[in-house]
């Protein structure tokens, strides 16, 4: 069972996305 390479794109580009969000919103605390 093989991810198709968009489906994993838009998965660690998400993660990227809630990481960088994660990170601005402890910067603002």
């Given at each position: 069972?093989?991810?198709p390479q968009c489906?994993?794109?838009a998965?660690?580009?998400r993660?990227?996305?809630d990481l960088a969000r994660t990170a601005s919103a402890?910067?603002?605390a």
């Amino acid at each position: 069972m093989s991810l198709p390479q968009c489906t994993h794109e838009a998965f660690t580009r998400r993660l990227v996305v809630d990481l960088a969000r994660t990170a601005s919103a402890r910067c603002r605390a």
